[in-house]
């Protein structure tokens, strides 16, 4: 997933579990799209954009991958450590 805020994925390390939130444009408020994904990968060499973010791989189960691929399409991605 390419999450919006590069510097918060530079604070997330393998093991960790994070909640990923979508915040579409004009929306009055975000939504949770997964609960408690665990953080699988980050680049070695982190690719951060401040446009574009930065990318995090996450294990989750396939119907959440499918909700998470769908989210980020149309909004912009956020994680919080649970």
């Given at each position: 997933m390419?999450?919006?805020?590069?510097a918060t994925v530079r604070l997330l390390r393998p093991g960790d579990r994070v909640d990923v939130?979508?915040?579409?444009?004009g929306s009055a408020s975000p939504r949770t799209v997964a609960r408690g994904a665990r953080v699988?990968?980050?680049?070695?060499?982190?690719?951060t954009d401040p446009v574009d973010g930065a990318l995090v791989v996450l294990a989750v189960p396939r119907r959440t991958a499918t909700a998470l691929a769908g989210a980020a399409v149309t909004s912009r991605l956020a994680v919080t450590l649970c």
């Open positions: 390419r999450i919006a805020d590069a939130v979508a915040s579409e444009e699988e990968r980050l680049p070695e060499h982190m690719e």
